[in-house]
């Protein structure tokens, strides 16, 4: 059975920084791309960041970048999201969720690339 649980949301202030884990388990984590979505009330998820299962490749949303860093740890079967300058409309509930390797993940990275999700983990920034 394969689980994803996210960990490292909080409450804090615009300029801030978190940083999200993503513990996997029950699928052979270097067969997958990983990624993180958000979803605030009242509006689509949307992709915030992916890693290629190999971990060479990693891109992000443009709201994000310069910003907003994933990374993963094969070891630990774990994908991280560094999130600095947080400002309120960061504010959502973040899914980490895995895309098989032979997913094409294509320029725009939608909902639908991806098999596996976690439950999500808040994280508010005030102003």
């Known amino acids: 059975q394969v689980q994803l649980v996210e960990s490292g949301g909080g409450l804090l202030q615009a300029g801030g920084s978190l940083r999200l884990s993503c513990a996997a388990s029950?699928?052979?984590?270097?067969?997958?791309?990983m990624g993180w979505f958000r979803q605030a009330p009242g509006k689509e998820r949307e992709f915030v960041a992916a890693?290629?299962?190999?971990?060479?490749?990693?891109t992000v949303t443009d709201s994000v970048k310069g910003r907003f860093t994933i990374s993963r740890d094969y070891a630990k079967n774990t994908v991280y999201l560094q999130m600095n300058s947080l400002k309120p409309e960061d504010t959502a509930v973040y899914y980490c969720?895995?895309?098989?390797?032979?997913?094409?993940?294509?320029?725009?990275?939608?909902?639908?690339?991806?098999?596996?999700w976690g439950q999500g983990t808040q994280v508010t920034v005030s102003s």
């Open positions: 029950g699928l052979t984590f270097s067969n997958y791309h």
């Open positions: 890693i290629s299962w190999g971990g060479t490749i990693a």
């Open positions: 969720a895995a895309a098989r390797r032979s997913t094409t993940l294509a320029a725009r990275v939608q909902v639908k690339d991806f098999d596996y």
